[in-house]
């Protein structure tokens, strides 16, 4: 093996620096100058886009589009919604002055004279600068549905950060749309948290429950939160996707209504939803090992790696000539490959390499093998190989891939549901959330209840299950009416 994978801490030892080796031996992303915030390296930069461009088609297939709002709001518009402010005030970073000058010591110093008339908030999220500005776009019912999609980097002024998972500037995309009626904008913000469902499980291979967040967990301003919520391999929870019933409120706060078909004024129903960077941290702790990365084939930049064992640069040559159509075939069935054939590097070092770096399907082909007609093929996920014959290998491997995808998806759905009990007692509750997992259990639907469940073990409320057992019972706690269990668990 090569070095940097002996570095890796392994998962039972020490999970939370297993994660950090790993983010940075395979090159995914490192600390950046700036306090809490992350530089993301061209290959994790190119699993993020591949969630960016399949979330894109996804969202436009649902009759979304893409705008840019500005990334500076005024620090009034967060004051107009009172939910809203004091959910970000804590994270909140703030522009106070717009220029610097030249200090005696040859230093740069803030110029005082440069303080701007109103300070501005570095957007955390952007539901007060599109609600104003959404005022000017909406006149009447026909100007609605807006069905609106922002790609944007955003700043929450986080104290304690974890690559991908929690960092003071991160990227991701925020929806945010306009409708005319509460039932439109209901049925938007399901539908579009059920994308993210559909995105987790068919294209990062993750299984995730969707469900309504509890008051106490809600989105700053909604009327509703609802949620897909994940499973790690370490028993811990992650919110990996919302979507939220804003109700009217943002339009009351901004002024924003329609004169609707009866030529009656009304203030306009909203929803805002988002994904980030932080499907980059479940994606790497759903499925990698002590290996590496583990990447579902859907999403990894190259599906297939191909390379040549060769003792002269003449049988280098003639391997190469040997691949070329497999590779044009590969690359006409939209499969991503890559041919590696640098000579700075010996074979092994390739192997241990592209296994650090989660590629599904590895082929190695040396001099027996263009005699015998046969190729190595190594998958990922199974860290197994086997001998083929070279001529077919295009439908294997797009065979292969569909498996492997099958697979990373089914290991995971495994382990949830391994790692997933019903209790009916508070006793019972606090002994087996120490051993991490879900835990589906009673609650009288109080935030006093849900407050010291917190307090007193540290799991909160993941969601309030759509789908799944609604049997009513009695509290855990206090054994009052509950109309249904929910999702508890340890989180990030």
Not at 13 to 42: F, H, N, T
Not at 321 to 338: F, T
Request: hydrophobic letters at 40%.
């Amino acid at each position: 093996m090569a070095k940097e994978l002996k570095e890796l801490t392994p998962r039972r030892v020490d999970y939370s620096q297993w994660y950090q080796d790993l983010v940075i031996k395979a090159d995914l992303a490192e600390s950046a100058a700036v306090r809490g915030c992350m530089v993301i390296k061209p290959y994790g930069y190119a699993i993020w886009e591949r969630m960016q461009r399949q979330l894109d088609d996804m969202f436009k297939e649902t009759g979304h589009y893409n705008a840019y709002f500005p990334l500076f709001i005024p620090k009034s518009f967060l004051s107009k919604e009172a939910d809203h402010v004091e959910g970000f005030a804590k994270e909140c970073a703030v522009v106070t002055h717009y220029r610097l000058k030249t200090s005696p010591d040859g230093g740069v110093v803030v110029d005082p004279e440069a303080k701007l008339e109103e300070e501005l908030i570095v957007r955390p999220t952007s539901e007060t600068i599109i609600w104003n500005t959404y005022k000017g776009w909406i006149q009447s019912y026909r100007d609605l549905p807006i069905l609106c999609n922002q790609w944007a980097n955003v700043v929450r002024w986080e104290m304690r950060t974890r690559l991908f998972l929690r960092t003071a500037e991160f990227l991701w995309q925020e929806g945010h749309t306009a409708h005319a009626t509460r039932e439109e904008a209901e049925e938007e913000a399901v539908r579009m948290v059920n994308v993210y469902a559909d995105f987790a499980r068919d294209f990062l291979a993750i299984p995730v429950h969707v469900g309504v967040k509890s008051a106490n967990e809600r989105f700053a301003g909604a009327v509703e939160t609802y949620t897909i919520e994940a499973l790690m391999q370490d028993g811990k929870a992650l919110q990996s996707g919302t979507s939220h019933f804003l109700g009217q409120n943002f339009a009351k706060a901004f002024d924003v209504t329609f004169t609707n078909k009866d030529g009656q004024q009304e203030l306009v129903w909203a929803t805002s939803w988002g994904v980030s960077t932080r499907l980059m941290g479940a994606l790497i702790m759903s499925h990698s090992d002590d290996n590496g990365l583990v990447l579902p084939p859907t999403l990894a930049p190259h599906q297939v790696v191909i390379v040549p064992i060769y003792k002269t640069l003449e049988q280098r040559d003639e391997i190469g000539r040997h691949v070329e159509p497999l590779i044009a075939e590969l690359k006409k069935r939209g499969i991503r490959v890559r041919y590696d054939d640098a000579d700075n590097k010996k074979p092994g070092w390739k192997f241990s390499e592209y296994e650090l770096k989660g590629v599904p399907v590895r082929l190695a082909l040396g001099g027996r093998d263009l005699e015998n007609g046969t190729v190595e093929v190594a998958r990922r996920d199974t860290l197994t190989k086997e001998t083929c014959a070279f001529d077919g290998i295009a439908d294997h491997i797009a065979q292969l891939l569909d498996e492997i995808q099958q697979n990373i998806y089914q290991k995971a759905l495994d382990y949830r549901e391994s790692h997933t009990i019903t209790v009916d007692t508070y006793e019972e509750f606090k002994e087996k959330i120490e051993e991490g997992g879900f835990i589906l259990a009673h609650w009288d639907g109080t935030p006093e209840t849900e407050e010291k469940i917190k307090a007193e073990t540290k799991a909160t409320i993941r969601c309030i299950p759509l789908e799944g057992d609604k049997t009513p019972g009695k509290c855990m706690v206090t054994g009052k009416p509950s109309a249904q269990r929910v999702l508890f668990a340890r989180a990030y």
